[in-house]
């Protein structure tokens, strides 16, 4: 049993994403997407793409260069491959957050986790596939997501360590959108990178 | 005057870029792509699609995630968004790279440059653009670039660090194509990347 059996429910105005899915939706410019770990130590991933043209999308890179750092908090400002900002975020309660890393795909466990032989696994790359696939998007088209909660430290040599989100139950991150988008957005399902279990994540837009 | 009109010939059987320029070509698979700093201390920026499919890009992320490090060197396999191998590093004198950072761009200088006031600056980003439409590459297409030679590091705050490259004249970057690639390269135009002063970069084919 996962820790998700034995969590309460979402918050009013909240939607629960079951453990190892994801969703896709319109975020209109002005609008908050607040995004709840419910039980702590879990992962969501975030993707976007200007919603009137997918030619712009979120840029790890251009928001690492430009905001002159690796992990971003209430503030700061995710940029489309266009340097635009696309949204700002504006809460931020748990402090620790990845933009290195790709989505988990199949391959990530293929390639990762020999423990599961090649087996089919849940993904957020294929849950992110299938949440903006109402909006035309292509698997191609996905590239490295902002990992919320996500807990990512390099060493002095490079060398990446993935630990156990450091969220609390009740952790929020919300950020404003600066432009019409589609969001692409999960509840992480690679194992490791979330204390052991997959568990949900829960979501809300505002005006 | 720039270093660059001190510096010698290339060596036999290679092609100077002059600083500030870019180039594109087809890197037939099993072929070696050989990036040399003339000068000491200069960037150059890679990207790569499979020729084949335009879909299918060099990925910071998925390389990162693969290789669980963000410095890559001799033996390191640089993956698509397909998470393919698409290159292998095959030699590396240097030591230092970078695969966070986007290519230097307009908005950079606007951004991060105000002695520049907003005026024209030459940029990693056009010069991919210009060596990469012969193939039909559109601007949007293009990502994170590997930054060969660029010498970031972050702190444990995750704050960046652009240091001067720690490349010595003579010093050496090779990768083995695994599949046929469109590849574009740079000599990197950011001052500040590059110790201050813009040099040329010198590159090879061989079978």
Redesign the interface.
């Given at each position: 049993m996962t820790s998700a059996a034995s969590t309460s429910s979402p918050a009013d105005g909240f939607t629960r994403m079951a453990p190892q899915t994801g969703t896709g939706f319109l975020l209109r410019a002005g609008q908050v997407l607040t995004v709840v770990d419910p039980t702590g130590v879990q992962v969501s991933d975030f993707f976007a793409f200007s919603a009137e043209d997918h030619?712009?999308?979120l840029?790890?890179?251009?928001t690492?260069?430009?905001g002159?750092?690796?992990?971003f908090t209430t503030g700061d400002l995710l940029y489309s491959?266009?340097?635009r900002p696309m949204a700002t975020i504006v809460e931020d309660t748990c402090g620790r957050h990845d933009f290195?890393?790709?989505p988990c795909?199949q391959?990530?466990f293929d390639?990762?986790y020999p423990e599961f032989e090649g087996a089919y696994h849940p993904s957020c790359f294929e849950n992110l596939c299938l949440g903006l696939e109402q909006f035309g998007v292509?698997p191609?088209e996905?590239?490295?997501?902002l990992n919320i909660f996500m807990n990512v430290w390099?060493d002095e040599?490079?060398?990446?360590h993935i630990d156990p989100p450091t969220s609390k139950a009740g952790d929020r991150f919300a950020v404003r959108a600066e432009m019409d988008l589609h969001v692409g957005l999960t509840a992480c399902s690679a194992e490791k990178s979330n204390g052991g279990v997959c568990k949900p994540i829960d979501y809300a837009i505002s005006d």
């Open positions: 030619g712009e999308w840029s790890s890179g251009r690492i260069d430009y002159n750092k690796v992990y491959n266009r340097s290195l890393l790709t795909s391959q990530t390639l990762l292509e191609d996905i590239s490295t997501t390099t040599t490079g060398e990446l």
